[in-house]
């Protein structure tokens, strides 16, 4: 079934083409955004249960470009008689006298704009709303409950799960766009101590669609209970450079953060990224290809456009080993002169947007991953990665993994290392894929931040690779 | 609220906290020293948490959820966000715990000092404060991004509450960028209550400073074993290990070891002992409650278990709210004694995280200085892999002292082996 638009949007749409032609008629350039975002969240650990609302956002921004200054105002209450505030608001912001002396300001031309009229939604099987709260925690709390009893030095065990739902409506001169998206995420975590330390292991599912989705945590239990009783025996990393195998979560979290935000063309404009002078060479093996697109996959950062109107993109960034672009929104597209891919996204109504990634990956290899662990002669096995962070500007990679599972000749010993903290020159780690496994997997659990702030649903992965990492 | 109230009566909700807030943002964003984006955000928001005693078991329960209110909705649509948090918190099988008496106090206007200046003016102020910085040319202010909020919070609760008070802060981020001899960039955040214009200047000067330094180090540090000295933010970062294991919902759901009274900086203690205090930045707790300032650790050993109402009657203890900010003592030793001693300065990283579960703490260096042989030489990359456990007992922190929104205490921090991953 496909998700039915917000009755709050399609209400509220005959003022919001007021709104949109009362800005038009006094503005080069004017769009509106209205967003409705609902969901639910629910967790149940051994001493906690709680249902809560989520993100749960309702409201409108405007923008506006007028003597080539852009502005643009964010507000959540809009009725009949609010419209000739709403344009003395920008007008006021664009007028304001807030930049002290010896600071210029850009200066931008009008989009030029196809006209567009676009209506879409997602589909999903079980609808999150027709399920009673007490229904799911039922369902959660036997996840717990087999976890908890799997071993008695399991400390805890949390089953949680959340959905969101959103409509977004974007208006301009030459658009009329409506998109509504629902997709649910979830994950179990097991937590034991070793010694004065709580070890934790965590495996995530999410997608498009609705509550059917629930199934696929139930056979996540008994691997994350394994996994956290083998941390209990782990050992502090010893720091060196070795032969490693990701599996596709830290895989995703490499394309992710070592690379992604790097090619982020925001990022372009302020001088922030390496990546423009190696477009067109060679920044990793020959055998990586790397997507990144709402419309590249089916995942949590799926959309049909993007929060300023542009109809999402599946972006080749890499292909073959050689960089071929970057990923844009619409302000980055404008000073650069290149195209928008469907990547300027927003918080909420209530933040800007910014060039930011969405479903990111690698495309597949032809090994097999047995054949891979075979030809480690000496190294680690990654997974479980639980941060990174963005280094554009010098290609630094920082990122933060819980396991790694030694290597012999060829084999598992079950000797296991955490935490790891895994860093170096992006397109060297790049450079050093020797192979890559037939399947990808992406996961859209988590969410992406812009430096330490403006989180977004982003999905991540590819197939396990083989690489030479320094990890410490 | 008289909606609320009144779908809460129809209900028969006999124990609920109402919360409005109200947030003003004018938000400028900069591209070098060109004014990109200029932003207002205008919204109201208003929550509802719901409390529902029932039995389970023959067991006293007490169910909880929230439902959120937004300006316009009817008075229907009011009332069946307030029904279905109803029902949820039904499902919500928590052991029962009393909600903590509120107080009913006159609003409390804004009392810091950006209080009766408007948004713009501040704005300005606060710009040209930072921009005051970027005098060089060698380096500079890559990109920046001011926002001036003032927010508006509005507490009734079931209990007796009816609390409301204003406040202005500025806060953001901006990127430092040196071009040569390397291209190197750093990234900095800062929140101020004040119109601190000094503390932002010198701030982003050091900022500047440090990225100079940046674009100098050419190498990573020697993989081995390091006194490590950490500095400002980071300390707040390290720190937040004591703060969050003494968290009433980690102690009680035994994710920490903590006690009341107990030594848990440990017991061979050959450094600095630890004396923290729990900073309130906001005058009333989540519950309507005064909050005020309280002692963390004395001398290591633990006086406060802090958290909100019901991990703190499982616990027997008083329940505090959430504290967003520490006061830490000084120590005796200035900072150029901490880094007389062959020791990484590690000034800067990727972005240095602490888990307090485990008590690791690292991160890639964007910058450090190794003091080694009588020479001091900046370097950059590697990474550093710590745990505070192994740490604790032999700390020493510099008699300096740094402030920022959330930390006021020593400027840095000596902790001997720790663990580096270089060349």
Not at chain 1, 203 to 211: K, Q, R, T
Not at chain 1, 386 to 404: F, H, L, R, T, Y
Not at chain 2, 367 to 385: A, K, R, W, Y
Request: proline share 5%.
């Amino acid at each position: 079934m496909k998700v039915q638009p917000s009755a709050f949007i399609l209400e509220k749409r005959p003022l919001l083409l007021q709104l949109r032609d009362a800005l038009c008629a006094q503005f080069a350039y004017a769009s509106v955004l209205a967003e409705d975002t609902v969901g639910r969240s629910y967790r149940v650990s051994r001493h906690s249960v709680s249902v809560g609302e989520g993100d749960n956002v309702r409201g409108f921004v405007v923008k506006v470009l007028d003597g080539g200054r852009y502005a643009e105002y964010s507000f959540n209450q809009l009725e009949a008689g609010s419209i000739p505030g709403v344009v003395d608001a920008v007008r006021a912001l664009l007028a304001a006298d807030v930049r002290p002396a010896g600071l210029g300001a850009s200066a931008y031309a009008p989009p030029e704009e196809e006209p567009t009229v676009f209506s879409g939604a997602t589909e999903y099987e079980i609808d999150p709303e027709s399920v009673e709260d007490g229904d799911v925690l039922a369902r959660l709390t036997a996840l717990r409950d087999k976890g908890l009893a799997m071993d008695e030095a399991v400390l805890d065990f949390v089953a949680w799960t959340d959905w969101q739902r959103y409509t977004k409506l974007f208006l301009s001169r030459a658009k009329d766009m409506t998109q509504s998206v629902m997709y649910l995420t979830g994950g179990v975590t097991a937590a034991a101590m070793q010694d004065q330390q709580v070890k934790q292991a965590y495996l995530p599912c999410s997608g498009l669609g609705g509550m059917e989705l629930l199934a696929r945590m139930e056979d996540n239990v008994a691997p994350c209970v394994q996994t956290v009783l083998d941390l209990t025996h782990s050992e502090s990393m010893i720091p060196g450079e070795y032969e490693c195998i990701c599996d596709p979560e830290t895989t995703g979290m490499i394309v992710h953060e070592a690379f992604g935000h790097g090619v982020e063309m925001d990022m372009f404009v302020k001088d922030r990224a390496q990546a423009p002078q190696f477009l067109g060479k060679y920044v990793a093996s020959p055998l990586v290809t790397m997507h990144d697109g709402a419309c590249s996959a089916q995942q949590t950062a799926t959309y049909f456009f993007d929060d300023e109107g542009v109809l999402a993109h599946d972006t080749v960034v890499i292909d073959k080993g050689v960089l071929k672009t970057g990923i844009s929104d619409l302000q980055s597209a404008l000073t650069l002169g290149t195209e928008p891919t469907g990547n300027g996204r927003r918080e909420s109504y209530a933040r800007k947007a910014y060039t930011r990634m969405t479903n990111t990956w690698f495309e597949p290899g032809t090994d097999k991953l047995e054949d891979m662990i075979a030809s480690v002669k000496y190294g680690m096995y990654l997974e479980c990665p639980s941060s990174g962070m963005e280094d554009p500007k010098n290609w630094g990679i920082q990122c933060m993994v819980n396991i790694a599972r030694e290597i012999k000749d060829g084999k598992l010993t079950g000797r296991i290392f955490s935490p790891v903290v895994l860093t170096g020159y992006v397109p060297d780690l790049l450079k050093s894929i020797t192979a890559m496994s037939e399947a990808v997997e992406l996961s859209g659990t988590g969410f992406c931040g812009k430096g330490h702030k403006e989180w977004v649903k982003v999905s991540d992965g590819g197939p396990c690779i083989k690489a030479t990492i320094r990890l410490g | 609220m008289e909606k609320i109230l009144s779908a809460l009566g129809a209900l028969g909700v006999e124990q609920y906290i109402v919360t409005e807030k109200h947030t003003d943002s004018l938000e400028c964003f900069y591209v070098k020293k060109n004014l990109d984006l200029t932003r207002r955000a205008d919204t109201a928001v208003t929550t509802v948490r719901v409390f529902r005693p029932f039995e389970q078991d023959r067991q006293r329960m007490l169910g909880d959820s929230e439902a959120t209110v937004r300006p316009g909705m009817s008075e229907a649509e009011v009332r069946r966000a307030v029904e279905r948090a109803w029902y949820a918190a039904g499902s919500v099988a928590n052991p029962w715990y009393p909600l903590p008496a509120g107080i009913k106090e006159p609003p409390r206007p804004d009392g810091g000092g950006f209080a009766g200046k408007s948004l713009d003016e501040s704005m300005k102020q606060m710009t040209q404060a930072l921009f005051a910085a970027d005098r060089a040319g060698d380096v500079f202010l890559n990109s920046a991004e001011v926002f001036m909020r003032r927010t508006r919070t509005h507490i009734v609760t079931s209990a007796g509450a009816d609390v409301a008070w204003e406040k202005a802060d500025v806060w953001g981020e901006y990127v430092c960028q040196c071009p040569a001899p390397v291209d190197v960039e750093t990234y900095h955040q800062f929140n101020y209550r004040d119109p601190d214009t000094a503390s932002l200047t010198a701030d982003a000067a050091h900022a500047l400073e440090m990225t100079k330094a940046r674009a100098r180090a050419s190498a990573a540090p020697v993989t081995g074993t390091y006194a490590l000295v950490l500095d400002r933010e980071q300390m707040r970062v390290l720190l937040g290990y004591y703060v969050d294991r003494a968290g009433a919902g980690m102690i009680y759901q035994k994710y920490s070891p903590f006690r009341l009274g107990e030594n848990v900086q440990g017991e061979a203690i050959s450094g600095d002992k630890l004396t923290v205090s729990l900073a309130a930045t906001e005058p009333y707790t989540d519950f309507g409650a005064p909050m005020a300032d309280r002692p963390l650790l004395e001398a290591g050993v633990l006086r406060t278990i802090h958290g909100g109402p019901r991990f703190a009657h499982y616990l027997g203890v008083e329940p505090t709210g959430q504290y967003r900010a520490i006061r830490v003592d000084a120590g005796a030793a200035p900072l150029e004694t901490l880094t007389a001693q062959p020791c990484l300065h590690a000034v800067s990283f990727s972005d240095f995280q602490m888990d307090p579960l485990s008590g690791h703490f690292g991160g890639e260096l964007r910058l450090g200085f190794l003091h080694e042989n009588g020479q001091v030489i900046p370097v950059t990359g590697g990474s550093v892999n710590g745990s505070i456990l192994d740490c604790q007992g032999n700390m020493t922190f510099s008699a300096e002292r740094y402030r920022s929104a959330s930390y006021d205490g020593p400027l840095a921090v000596r902790l001997e082996g720790v663990s580096v991953a270089g060349r």
